[in-house]
Nanobody, 123 residues
Framework: QGDLAESGGGSVEPGGSLRLSCAGS????????VGWFRQAPQAPGKEPDK???????????YYEESVKGRFTISGDNAKNTVYLQMNSLTPEDTGRYYC?????????????WGHGTQVTVSS
């Protein structure tokens, strides 16, 4: 049974940076798409928002409008890991971040979810 594990979350001040990692265990992240999602604290019952995605399936990347120019998604096939570099963080970036493995490209269905890592941005 495969698993996704996020790491790299923490508490930072506005303007700070974090790098999140999504590591696959028992499942390959190559050949498909991996997305990063954010569950905002003020919307606990709402489905997490997709904020970025990288697709080895069709070569596409996606960034939600509010993170464009600040976040960068990348993958390391040798490490079976996808990263999300987050710069110029704002309090609005606070939330629990999950990675998800899609069945194919970034518009397909997520069939594996990680357990999440908390990001808190506050002064």
């Amino acid at each position: 049974q495969g698993d996704l594990a996020e790491s790299g979350g923490g508490s930072v001040e506005p303007g700070g940076s974090l790098r999140l990692s999504c590591a696959g265990s028992g499942i390959s992240l190559n050949g498909a798409a991996v997305g990063w999602f954010r569950q905002a604290p003020q919307a606990p019952g709402k489905e997490p928002d997709k904020i970025s995605c990288i697709s080895n399936y069709d070569g596409n990347t996606y960034y939600e409008e509010s993170v464009k120019g600040r976040f960068t998604i990348s993958g390391d096939n040798a490490k079976n890991t996808v990263y999300l570099q987050m710069n110029s963080l704002t309090p609005e970036d606070t939330g629990r971040y999950y990675c998800g493995l899609y069945t194919r490209g970034c518009e397909s269905e997520v069939h594996y979810w990680g357990h999440g890592t908390q990001v808190t941005v506050s002064s």
